[in-house]
């Protein structure tokens, strides 16, 4: 199988050889033929598997085909929950119509609208955008929707999570009722089907499930310990282990920046991704963890969910997340099939009850250990941590998705991303 099979053009081929894939990725695969026959297609593979450039590639095909060069009205809307998704996308974007005659722009709130306005005004072919700032650009007459012709929902189980339903009906009212839909999830849940049901018209459904890999293919292991000693049990595993690249996940805002000191205090470079950091920090935080010069990322579920963060050593849970699907989420960042990863997670009594919720969910019993000097709590209350930071219980329904990365093995991911 081959990109060229698959129908894409030489301008696209060429792209894409540039950013080195070699196979297109099973959901690639999957999805890229019926959009270039101007179907709509609701898609579903598990994240890092490439869906930006399944329906990125096609897109750009369908765009160049029939160009409306000398106006430049908008004709494709990507819609992404987050603003370093947005960035991503319109990075791909990019990317792969480097040898096309497209425009494209990104907006997303948080910074200074001006120089997305102007940006606008010179006309482009695809825009990318978080709802509330295009709904934002949108009323005060910046730009307009009237001419749509491709419509992207991307991470469309995040956008459902972050509540952003009202703003994606009400995005959908502003563009042409006639035009091609497609909506990419990592996961299948019954509220992903019924907005598919609003949005889309008689779509072709297509899922990637990566084969010969599972949960076990990841070292999980559980470190019961007493609250207050989770930090140095923290560093002194990083420490010993002389762990280069770890992603640690904590359940709040203020977790992450607290962890995040106290392991600077401890020599250990570290930075933080959550909601309340400023754009730039953010990226900041990524590219230089992705880079090696972050030795630790900590990262609340929300930031961390649909990131291109490359597959990882060492995951570690400093506190279990109170939804069940997160941890195998977190969980799913690290250990490929041969490699050594390793998901580790710091419980405390408190989170008794997040464990078996876990265990029920990914249907295993896990072997608690506890290391010599970090000791639980045997006096410490099991009620579970009261229910900060806003955040939506989300209905059930997403499938665990213990399964690894869907690249064919010439290409790995990982790899990939190494090389970059
Ligand atoms: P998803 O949206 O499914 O989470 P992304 O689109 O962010 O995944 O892709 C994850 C990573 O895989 C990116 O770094 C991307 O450049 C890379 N990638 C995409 N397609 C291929 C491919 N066919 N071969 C190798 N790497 C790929
Ligand atoms: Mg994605």
Redesign the pocket.
Known sequence: MTFKSLGLIEALLKAVRL?G?????P??QKAIPPILEGLDVLAS?Q???????GFTLPMLQILSKNSVLHRRPLRALVLTPTRELAD?VYN?VKHYSKFLDLRSAVIFGGVNQNPQIKHLRNGVDILVATPGRLIDLENQGHLSLSKVEIFVLDEADRMLDMGFKRDIDKIRSLIPSKRQNLMFS?TFSREIKSLAQTILQRPTVVEATPENTTVEAIAQQIYRVAKEKKTNLLIKLIQDGNWKQVLVFTRTKHGANKLCKKLESARIFAMAIHGNKSQSARTRALSGFKNHEVRVLVATDIAAR?L?IPLLPHVVNYELPNIPEDYVHRIGRTGRAGANGVALSLVCAEETSYLASIEKLTKQRFKKEIIDGFEPDPNASTLPPKQGGGRHQRRGGVRPTNKRSG?ASG?S?SS??RRR
Do not use: M
């Open positions: 950013q894939y070699e196979t297109p990725s959901i690639q593979a994240t890092g598997t490439g869906k930006t450039a991503q791909n990592a649909g291109d690249f290409a991911r990939y991303n």
